[in-house]
DNA sequence: TCTGGGGTCCTAGGACCC
DNA sequence: TCTGGGGTCCTAGGACCC
């Protein structure tokens, strides 16, 4: 048996757990630059505000109703979850951290020793005790029906935050109850296929045959369609696998039309690609760059191009990687043009202590290799960007819009609540 | 005026090899 | 007129996830 742990409107329930006045009351998160909404708690829902709704659309609702409004506080959500996941820990040595806000847990042979109702009941008392954090959770013979069951546990009150699937009568209830749309790995254009043909539950799914499936759905289709049927396919991943790509981009908070501004951005955001090819371990052997013009703007000129720049030996220094990255940005840059976008994406990625070495090479890797270290434990010390390269300038021209950013709670000092005594 | 960011896997078809 | 039978690698595009 699997168990998923899905928490509940997370960045929504985060923001809750440290400003109580927000309980019972609509809230929202907003995505990077303010631009959507990307969280809500379920009073946000039930006024009708969408996944992904335009800030911009629905601000006039937001203010009639008094819906309390976020800009995303990553750093306080990736520190709530790893809270959560270490309460989850002492309950299963088996843990695939599968999202931010959701785990697997694997419950192999649990259920000789353990009422699995019970048991989860208190994993979801005590994760919610000590983090502030509610949570839904489905146990199941397979991972995309434990998905099935964590969504009925949070849509129905009467399961107590926990819903079961052990019996073939509780599977092909659950089945018929499921919405195709809502089933792990049927996304926007299957429904829409199967809608076409009358296919409008999970259990309706099950009932084409194999072989269509597989034809018309690929070998990940039809890992679903057996799942459903209960034969177990997806395995638990319990390491966190390298990334294979690591992408930093984002939208600017006004458009900007001149090389240096675009370059410190761009400097930027291959500096944190940098640290978190380090993080890893990890070396890229390619970079990429791309920028774009606000495609919404239909009165603007538009363009959009990319670059992918070949490194003679692959890096994770920074200095080095700037230089590639600036080089492919001076080859696509055009000045006539309004850019509303740029993103630098780290490509061809090998393992640290298994880079191809260059005849010809002349940069002193162990140099860079030792500065490296310093600039990234200086910053872990003492804040991001306390070090960093002129080239990435101050930011004051093309950061992101963040304007309802609540405090880091629970990692910056100066931002620890306060209690009176 | 305003419109997010970051990933993975699979398949078909073309280029190329012997 | 006839014109084989295997392979591999790469890329673009399409599907999915949070």
Not at 41 to 47: D, F, G, P, R, Y
Not at 154 to 169: F, L, N, W
Not at 224 to 247: A, F, H, N, W
Not at 290 to 299: E, L, P
Request: charged share 25%; with cysteine.
């Amino acid at each position: 048996m699997f168990a998923l742990v899905d928490c509940n409107n997370f960045f929504v329930s985060c923001e809750r757990v440290f400003d109580s006045r927000l309980e019972g009351k609509p809230v929202i998160v907003l995505s990077n630059n303010d631009g959507c909404a990307i969280a809500r708690s379920n009073e946000a829902k039930a006024l009708g505000i969408k996944m992904g709704a335009n800030y911009f659309e629905i601000e006039e609702l937001c203010k009639k109703h008094d819906v309390q409004v976020f800009s995303t506080n990553f750093v306080l959500y990736a520190d709530m979850s790893l809270r959560v996941r270490g309460l989850l820990a002492k309950f299963c040595p088996e843990i695939e951290d599968y999202s931010i806000d959701e785990s697997f847990l694997d419950f192999s042979g649990f259920e000789q020793y353990f009422d699995l109702k019970t048991y989860c009941s208190r994993i979801a008392k005590t994760v919610k005790q000590g983090t502030g954090i509610p949570v839904s959770i489905g146990v199941a013979p397979t991972k995309t029906l434990a998905k099935i069951a964590s969504r009925f546990a949070k849509k129905y009150s009467g399961y107590k935050d926990v819903c079961i699937i052990d019996s073939e009568e509780k599977r092909t209830k659950a089945l018929q109850r499921c919405a195709i749309g809502d089933v792990w790995g049927i996304g926007r254009r299957y429904t829409k296929r199967l809608l076409a043909m009358n296919i409008t539950t999970a259990y309706d799914f099950t009932q084409l045959s194999r072989a269509w499936v597989r034809k018309n759905m690929a070998v990940t289709g039809e890992r679903t369609y057996r799942e459903l049927l209960g034969e177990s396919c997806v395995k638990m991943e319990t390491i966190e696998p390298d990334r294979q790509t690591i992408m930093v981009s984002r939208s600017f908070g006004k458009m900007i039309g001149d090389y240096a501004t675009l370059s410190e951005a761009v400097a930027t955001y291959t500096g944190m690609g940098a640290a978190k090819l380090r993080k890893q371990k990890s070396c890229a052997k390619a970079v990429l760059v791309f920028i774009h013009t606000n495609h919404f703007r239909a009165d603007l000129p538009q363009y959009s191009r990319h670059i992918v720049v070949t490194l003679p030996v692959a890096s994770n220094s920074t200095p080095e990687l700037l230089h590639y990255a600036l080089e492919g940005l001076k080859n696509i840059f055009q000045p006539q043009f309004l850019y509303k976008k740029a993103g630098v994406m780290m490509m061809e990625i090998v393992p640290e202590n298994a880079v191809q070495g260059n005849l010809f090479d002349k940069i002193d890797r162990v140099k860079h290799h030792d500065l490296m270290k310093v600039l990234d434990s200086v910053n872990e010390k003492y804040g991001r960007n306390t070090l960093k390269f002129a080239v990435m300038g101050d930011g004051k021209a093309w950061k992101i819009k963040q304007e309802r950013l609540s405090p880091c709670y629970t990692t910056r000092l100066l931002d620890f609540p306060v209690t009176k005594s």
